[in-house]
């Protein structure tokens, strides 16, 4: 079945404790991206890869950070995790530009 | 910046109606694309529209896209209370590959 897997789905954390979340697809997409969803701010992009080893920062970047060593895979580092991150998380990827973007269930984070 | 703003904001009908929710942005786009969210919930995407199309159907779905207005329109014909979710438009423009999303729309279908 073709999917966008994200882990962990749920997390607490504390202020400066490193932590990934991961994202996989199994569709062989060349795009990948991450957003963040807060309430009356809708989805904003985080960053974005347009294929292994090409990232490229979205709108909100500051505290984020990312790899694509593989196509498959695109996680996202908080290297010090600070309670203005506490977002709900999405990662998506797509087949190439103007097509459809196919989104993972979601991570909800809450940073203390 | 916000790109796609939908209108309204919240919207509740009755089953069997039929719900119109509309979207404007302000820049040109290659595409517009419609996404539907169960709440708090991963997005499902519904129908992409491309900037040289009027019109597109998907099953009950109706999308619009009148780029000399820069406004799209999502029809949801016959409506179910399990259409009841945020629904959000998303244009995608430029040369790199970036989503902007709006606000959305929460649709409530009442049984």
């Known amino acids: 079945e073709a999917q966008v897997t994200q882990n962990p789905r749920y997390l607490i954390t504390v202020t400066g404790k490193k932590l990934t979340v991961t994202c996989s697809q199994n569709m062989n997409h060349e795009y990948m991206s991450w957003y963040r969803q807060d309430p009356g701010l809708g989805l904003r992009q985080i960053y974005y890869?347009?294929?292994?080893?090409?990232?490229d920062k979205g709108d909100v970047p500051e505290g984020y950070k990312v790899s694509r060593k593989e196509k498959r895979n695109f996680p996202l580092i908080l290297e010090s995790p600070s309670p203005n991150q506490t977002s709900l998380y999405f990662c998506a990827s797509s087949a190439g530009r103007r097509q459809t973007q196919y989104f993972g269930p979601g991570t909800r984070l809450l940073v203390l | 910046s916000q790109q796609g703003e939908e209108d309204p904001q919240a919207l509740s009908i009755q089953e069997g109606e039929n719900a119109t929710m509309n979207c404007s942005y302000k820049?040109?786009?290659?595409?517009l694309q419609w996404y539907r969210q169960n709440s708090g919930r991963g997005l499902v995407h519904l129908i992409l529209i491309r900037s040289n199309e009027r019109e597109k159907h998907s099953g009950r779905l109706r999308v619009t896209l009148d780029t000399s207005k820069k406004s799209s329109s999502l029809l949801i014909t016959a409506s179910r209370a399990a259409d009841t979710a945020s629904y959000f438009c998303a244009t995608e423009g430029g040369s790199n590959y970036k989503l902007t999303f709006g606000k959305g729309t929460l649709l409530t279908v009442n049984p």
């Open positions: 820049t040109s786009i290659n595409n």
């Open positions: 890869s347009m294929n292994v080893e090409v990232t």
